[in-house]
């Protein structure tokens, strides 16, 4: 029973690059959630998402961040033009579609580096 | 929206002594209290959580209590080993509705002194 599953777990960009971060939940859920956590912080929500919606993005920067979870395949993270100030962990959590459905389980991040 | 406070943000004990960290929290609708370990590098891993129509959970050498009308709730950690030093994260949301997001303390380093 495979857990939450994050690619890549290390990424290296430029500034002015994109960064794309992808998040495939636990089998069985349908609830996707991104956080970010800055060095020694703690970790901020982002996103939201459900199977083709975005129930919740208020902890998203309006520009250059969007997030996307396909009918198939992964959820998405899409950073454009990264700035030294996106360099960060990004982590994925999923919660199950039915029953305790407020349980959020982590993936083992994405750390973002950003020169 | 809900604001959640940790305290300590750092906590030595001896090898064999009790941990106790607590949260407050400051929106009245929440209602499920996770708590997760962060070792270096590594995920956040839920180890406890409580819903708040209980005011106490415990498992093994972990327990976690609530008070729903001080608006707090703390890990308490008993008979410590030195692999419980990690950075623990307590969260708060709201069950049952849209707005699913956990809202995370800013993290107790604990450290357990052989």
């Known amino acids: 029973n495979a857990g939450v599953m994050q690619n890549p777990r290390h990424l290296v960009r430029r500034r002015g690059q994109e960064a794309r971060l992808r998040c495939s939940p636990m089998k069985g859920h349908s609830h996707v959630y991104w956080y970010r956590q800055l060095p020694e912080e703690g970790l901020k929500f982002m996103v939201y998402l459900q199977k083709e919606n975005i129930i919740d993005e208020s902890g998203m920067p309006k520009e250059r961040f969007s997030a996307e979870f396909p009918k198939e395949g992964p959820s998405i993270l899409r950073i454009q033009q990264v700035v030294r100030g996106d360099s960060a962990a990004y982590f994925c959590a999923s919660s199950p579609s039915t029953g305790v459905q407020e349980t959020q389980y982590f993936g083992p991040g994405t750390r973002l580096l950003v020169l | 929206g809900e604001n959640v406070e940790q305290h300590p943000s750092t906590l030595s004990v001896q090898e064999g002594d009790s941990a106790v960290i607590k949260c407050t929290y400051s929106?009245?609708?929440?209602?499920?209290f996770p708590w997760y370990k962060q070792e270096l590098g590594k995920r956040p891993q839920l180890i406890i959580d409580?819903?708040?129509?209980?005011g106490e959970k415990k498992d093994q050498r972990i327990a976690v209590t609530l008070n729903k009308t001080a608006k707090h709730f703390s890990l308490h950690i008993t008979e410590t080993q030195p692999e419980d030093s990690a950075v623990y994260f307590c969260a708060a949301t709201m069950r049952g509705s849209a707005a699913r997001q956990l809202t995370f303390g800013s993290g107790t380093q604990l450290t357990v002194l052989p």
């Open positions: 409580i819903r708040s129509n209980v």
């Open positions: 929106d009245s609708a929440s209602n499920y």
